[in-house]
């Protein structure tokens, strides 16, 4: 079934299996192809490069409307290990408010003894906080670029504002969830220095997760083209010095190596350094 809604092409499709081994854990879960999102440097176009070579990320979803049942059939006969929700789309897209899929899926592991990893950029992720609650073996975390929502709405036009995700995660530490604040990518020369990271180490001392991750930007298949139109709005002078810290190895070591200092260096003044875990 093919729906038209403002410009997003949805599609309810059958999968054949629903729990896929992955790099980052044991499985990974995902019940949505494509991301509503449409975040401009996402990294998970790449699953879909087949599949629709010819559509702009974020402007297709399929939906994977048999993803309970086979959780169901999947959970029972492998053996339990680390779950992933989701890593290449967003469980907890606009579309779940609808399809509930992922949080059904959800439900299946958590019955199962699946320890479960939740990234999302949604705060929808919260109308599921009720089956985490409690669970020792779930830890759930909120991604965040930036803190400012006029940048958010030029690199993430259609995830929750920066601070609706802050609160969830707030909310989700005070409920007992185990929590991580995943920082990144961080934008060269918007939110990777000065004010822009400064805030965004103010809000993990803040919200004082269990742990957080960051990550750079890194030069991953098909972002180039999103990445350097986002910047010809934003401030085009960017482009070139994105080319280079992305695609110039020698540029880029020397930007790894000053952007570890940076962090490291914000993190000490907050006391965070034993919390901080670097993806690069
Ligand atoms: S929310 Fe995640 S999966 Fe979705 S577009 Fe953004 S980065 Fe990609």
């Known amino acids: 079934m093919v729906h038209q809604r403002s410009g ?39 699953a879909t490069r087949f599949s629709h070579p010819n559509e702009e990320w974020g402007s297709f979803v399929d939906i994977r409307i048999n993803a309970p049942q086979l959780i169901e059939q999947e959970a ?64 759930f975390g909120m991604a965040i670029t930036t803190v400012d929502p006029k ?31 995943f920082l990144g990518p961080l934008l060269p020369y918007i939110s990777d220095r000065g004010k822009g990271l400064m805030d965004l180490l103010d809000v993990v001392a803040e919200i ?3 742990y957080f991750l960051v990550d750079r930007l890194n030069p991953r298949y098909g972002i ?6 986002t910047l010809s709005r934003y401030d085009p002078e960017l482009i070139p010095e994105y080319r280079k810290i992305l695609y110039d190895k020698q540029t880029r070591d020397w930007y790894t190596f000053k952007l570890r200092q ?8 907050r006391g965070l350094v034993s919390k901080m875990r670097l993806c690069f």
């Not at 779950?83 to 959800?106: F, N």
């Not at 940076?262 to 003044?269: E, F, G, L, N, S």
């Open 8 to 46: 997003l092409r949805l599609r309810e499709v059958r999968v054949r299996s629903i729990l896929s081994p992955s790099r980052l854990a044991d499985y990974c879960l995902n019940p949505y192809a494509g991301c509503e999102h449409g975040c401009v440097y996402c990294y998970a176009r790449f």
């Open 76 to 139: 029972a006969r492998k053996r339990p290990g680390k779950v992933i929700i989701s890593s290449v789309s967003d469980g907890w897209q606009p579309q779940e408010e609808k399809y509930r899929l992922t949080r059904q899926c959800l439900e299946v592991l958590l019955n199962h003894d699946y320890p479960i990893l939740i990234q999302s950029k949604s705060a929808l992720v919260q109308r599921d906080f009720d089956l985490i609650e409690g669970h020792p073996d779930v830890e």
């Open 151 to 181: 940048l958010a709405n030029f690199f993430e036009p259609r995830a929750s504002a920066p601070d609706a995700r802050i609160e969830v995660l707030t909310k989700a530490g005070s409920i007992g969830i185990r929590t991580f604040l």
């Open 208 to 210: 004082n997760p269990d």
């Open 224 to 229: 180039w083209r999103t990445v350097s139109a």
């Open 262 to 269: 940076r962090i490291t260096d914000q993190a000490k003044q």
